[in-house]
């Protein structure tokens, strides 16, 4: 199981962020009182490794602003969570409201800035569901996880699983 140091995670965090009663998950309220849980969910998507989907959630529906200390909070949530070699973090874009191609592209413009202490690999997929909904997903894992090349042909294989057409 993920271990998180709050602490540390609010030593860098321009948001104070507050433990919740769900274990790895916390939250946070913007200087534009904009409600967010972030953290982590255990998924099953891998079983050669230990992976996480990473949720950041507006809880209170409030309109949020351009906010460059969301993106530092996030970021002090992923270094921490990258501190531990062998997890890997899945990250799939919302798509109820149809706005996961602006969340997809604001997520791999933060990735693409980021400075992790560690070298990481990344591999992402746009794929339409049945009913024509494009979803955005990416993996993310440390390249020094020691399960790297496992989590590499697991996730192109579920891809290319989930990609098949139903005859």
Same mark, same amino acid.
């Given at each position: 199981m993920v271990t998180l140091n709050l602490e540390r995670i609010n030593q860098v965090s321009p &948001? =104070? =962020? /507050? %433990?919740? *009663?769900? $274990?790895?998950? &916390?939250?946070?309220?913007?200087? &534009?009182?904009? $409600?967010? !849980? =972030?953290?982590?969910? %255990?998924? !099953?998507?891998l079983i050669c490794a230990e992976s996480y989907q990473f949720i950041i959630i507006n809880t209170n529906n409030r309109k949020s602003p351009r906010d460059p200390k969301i993106r530092e909070t996030v970021f002090a949530f992923v270094y921490e969570f990258f501190r531990q070699q062998d997890v890997v973090l899945l990250y799939l874009c919302e798509t109820s409201d149809n706005k996961q191609h602006p969340r997809q592209r604001l997520f791999e413009s933060w990735v693409s800035i980021a400075q992790l202490k560690y070298p990481i690999a990344k591999l992402t997929i746009g794929m339409e569901d049945a009913e024509g909904v494009m979803n955005y997903a990416a993996l993310i894992? /440390?390249?020094? *996880? %020691?399960? $790297? $090349? !496992? =989590?590499?042909?697991?996730?192109?294989?579920?891809?290319?699983?989930?990609? !098949?057409? %139903?005859?």
């Open positions: &948001y =104070i =962020i /507050r %433990p919740t *009663n769900d $274990a790895l998950k &916390y939250q946070f309220v913007t200087d &534009y009182m904009v $409600a967010y !849980e =972030i953290g982590f969910v %255990p998924d !099953e998507l894992f /440390r390249s020094d *996880n %020691p399960h $790297a $090349a !496992e =989590i590499s042909v697991e996730f192109t294989r579920t891809v290319q699983l989930l990609s !098949e057409k %139903p005859e």
